[in-house]
């Protein structure tokens, strides 16, 4: 592509090193996509005939089949899928493919594919984690009266609704789902025009080519559209946190699995077993996804150690920009299906979860909340729990089973009516302040999720958004 200053082909090794088509080839796509709007604009111009556009259009929809359906040859000579399609396109349809390329650099280009690669699998990504939380939300309903104990520290503290604890990471996942919509709509300025870094002298309709692919402006300013890739970071960050929620998931779904808790069973279908021991069933998804979490760090950090040093504009180690890219959308996409289906195969051990909650050392704060609504000032209402607590750690008598006279020994507030605290029945109900996880709370925080993830109400929330 530029013989006409070189006597000498590039060496086959910096071949090797300098090539991308072994991984950008999966922009073709939105390469193709851009090239047509480019010739578009050109005709607009009338630096290219009509008749030219459409040998264009012609030839790219061709190439676009060919590679489709696996027939397309990818040259590592040619570095890059920019250059692959190009130079396809002028083999096929002659002159006019050497034209497509006027007023355009590689490095306007690689902007505009990646964001509308960003933008589509930003997309993808949003419509798996609604796969989870509904997933998530149907779990939680087919357990809906099951109360748990939980945990500060990992050591029992109060009582939950398993539901509660799964709503937990719905609303993560929501925050998720937040975090990557507002990243697409930032980057959603089309970067064509831009040329290498200082625009071209041949000027063609910029906005026309924005409406065309769907972005919703122009970027400002050629210098930072061809040196910018603060999108990449920004979603590598958003899917990096993403996978932090799926991790201390997979870290809760690891202990309740475990014989210590036992409070769920996986599916045979979502576990395996072990080659040597064969009672094993092991939660190997739900481990792979914290481990995978590590990749989707590193992807983040190589981003920000790539772009760190760079003087404006463009420079070839943001070829280095794509690989962690790719590879967090896939790894999250992958984490975000299989965690869906895992879910939905999850069965709770009702047994075993209502044992570990029947420990009436997690009602010992809703004692001392007893005494607090009947007077006396919470730290000292603490210190008597404290006292009866060590009471029955020694005697090894319960809450419940500890005579009314020893709590009136150690406090003269207590009435017969404290034993009725002591039920898990009435502790789940008296937790009723917003967020908290009274079974009433709960049921309508269910059905607000329910509504929100109807797939109805998402189609009809894709039907009303700008057009990709
Ligand atoms: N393959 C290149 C990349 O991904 C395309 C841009 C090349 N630009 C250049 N001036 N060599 O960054």
């Avoid at 979490?293 to 590193?298: K, N, P, Q």
């Avoid at 896939?330 to 709770?348: H, S």
């Avoid at 050392?361 to 005494?371: H, N, P, R, S």
Wanted: with cysteine; hydrophobic share 45%.
């Amino acid at each position: 592509m530029w013989k006409g200053r070189f006597q000498q082909e590039t060496s086959g090794l910096v071949q090797r090193y300098g090539e991308s088509i072994s991984f950008d080839w999966r922009l073709y796509q939105y390469d193709i996509q851009g090239s047509m709007a480019q010739a578009e604009a050109l005709a607009r111009a009338k630096i290219i005939t009509r008749a030219e556009m459409l040998l264009i259009h012609q030839g790219l929809k061709d190439i676009e089949a060919e590679i489709g359906s696996g027939k397309f040859e990818w040259q590592m000579a040619l570095e890059d899928v920019h250059m692959n399609i190009e130079k396809a396109l002028t083999a096929k349809i002659g002159a006019p493919g050497a034209k497509l390329h006027t007023g355009r650099s590689r490095n306007d280009q690689v902007a505009l594919d990646l964001r509308m690669y960003c933008r589509a699998e930003g997309g993808a990504v949003v419509e798996l984690i609604r796969g989870l939380q509904r997933a998530l939300t149907e779990v939680a309903m087919r357990w809906q009266q099951v109360i748990m104990p939980g945990y500060t520290h990992l050591q029992r503290a109060q009582p939950v609704l398993f539901a509660h604890h799964l709503l937990a990471y719905v609303e993560m996942l929501e925050r998720d789902a937040g975090r990557v919509q507002d990243a697409v709509k930032r980057l959603n300025v089309m970067p064509l025009g831009s040329g290498a870094l200082a625009g071209s002298t041949i000027v063609l309709d910029r906005e026309f080519i924005a409406e065309k692919l769907g972005f919703g402006g122009v970027t400002h300013n050629s210098m930072d559209a061809v040196a910018d890739r603060d999108f990449a970071v920004e979603l590598c960050a958003a899917l990096a946190l993403c996978g932090t929620h799926l991790s201390r998931l997979s870290e809760d779904v690891i202990l309740w699995v475990s014989a210590e808790f036992g409070f769920v069973t996986l599916s045979d279908a979502h576990t395996t077993g072990s080659s040597l021991m064969p009672q094993k069933k092991n939660p190997d998804v739900a481990e792979l996804t914290r481990g995978k979490t590590g990749r989707l760090y590193g992807n983040l950090m190589s981003l920000l150690t790539l772009l760190k040093g760079l003087p404006l504009t463009y420079n070839r180690d943001m070829q280095e920009d794509k690989e962690p890219l790719f590879d967090s959308f896939d790894t999250i996409k992958l984490a975000l299906e299989v965690y869906a289906e895992m879910m939905r195969g999850l069965k709770v051990n009702e047994k075993a979860v209502a044992a570990a909650v029947a420990d009436p050392f997690l009602l010992a704060t809703d004692v001392a909340d007893y005494l607090v609504l009947r007077g006396l000032p919470f730290r000292e209402a603490h210190e008597v729990v404290g006292k009866l607590t060590a009471h029955s750690l020694t005697t090894g008598v319960a809450f419940p089973d500890i005579p009314l006279e020893t709590y009136q020994e150690l406090c003269p507030l207590f009435e017969k009516k404290v034993f009725k605290v002591l039920t898990l029945d009435h502790a789940m109900a008296a937790r009723k302040a917003t967020g908290a996880p009274s079974p009433a709370n709960v049921a309508r925080e269910l059905a607000v999720w329910q509504s929100r993830l109807s797939p109805k109400r998402a189609a009809a929330k894709r039907a009303k958004a700008p057009p990709r």
